[in-house]
């Protein structure tokens, strides 16, 4: 059974940079595609961005130049980085892999941290 | 950027009822749309994949159906573990991927 665990700091400070790692356990890292997707309050949930086992990414426009997601195959781990944060990236965040090998879906999701930002 | 829109965004019913939730996209998505649900202080689960294939686990009851941009996912005779919210997501064209906005299944 795939299982995903996230980390990091549960608190930052405005402007500062958030660092979040998700571990891999259960499962391969190779072949799939590894995203982090965050929820604030009461809304839906918002993608954020993925990493391919390989290194390639891509992210959500709306984040693009805050945001790197890279992969640690031989750890099983991949990580976030999103600079510059406000109190609007105070949020749930979750590690999700993509479904299949592609990225249609997610069919496993990390337990998921809580960001807070503030001073 | 496609937006999903989904209705209603409340839904009180009693166990054994069938629920029929609604997601409507700005634009077509073909078949690549998902459908989740979660529960509280829990991440979101795959229901649904491409529109209406089961994922692996999920219980017979949950059915799904649409292409392009209107789409319905259907409980039939509603349990207790299946109140909380429900999101619909889109993949067909990104960056980014999107969710909707929700719709939260009540005990009446």
């Known amino acids: 059974q795939v299982q995903l665990q996230e980390s990091g700091p549960g608190l930052v400070k405005p402007s500062e940079t958030l660092s979040l790692t998700c571990n891999v356990s259960g499962g391969s890292i190779r072949n799939y595609f590894w995203n982090w997707i965050r929820q604030s309050p009461g809304k839906g949930p918002e993608w954020i961005g993925y990493v391919f086992y390989s290194g390639s990414s891509n992210f959500n426009p709306a984040l693009q130049g805050r945001v790197t997601i890279s992969a640690d195959v031989s750890r099983s781990q991949f990580s976030l980085k999103m600079t510059s944060v406000t109190a609007a990236d105070t949020a749930i965040y979750f590690c999700?892999?993509?479904?299949?090998?592609?990225?249609?879906?997610?069919?496993?999701w990390g337990p998921g941290i809580l960001v807070t930002v503030s001073s | 950027e496609i937006v999903l829109t989904q209705s209603p965004a409340t839904l009180s019913l009693s166990p054994g009822e069938r629920a029929t939730l609604s997601c409507r996209a700005s634009q077509s998505v073909g078949t690549y749309l998902a459908w989740y649900h979660q529960k509280p202080g829990q991440p979101p689960r795959l229901l649904i994949s491409?529109?209406?294939n089961r994922a692996t686990g999920v219980p017979a009851r949950f059915s799904a159906s649409g292409s392009g941009t209107d789409f319905t996912l259907t409980i039939n005779s509603l349990e207790s573990d299946d109140f909380g919210v429900y999101y619909c997501?889109?993949?067909?064209?990104?960056?980014?991927?999107?969710f909707g906005q929700g719709t939260r299944v009540d005990i009446k």
């Open positions: 997501q889109q993949r067909s064209d990104w960056p980014p991927l999107t």
């Open positions: 491409y529109a209406s």
């Open positions: 999700a892999r993509g479904q299949d090998g592609y990225n249609h879906s997610f069919d496993y």
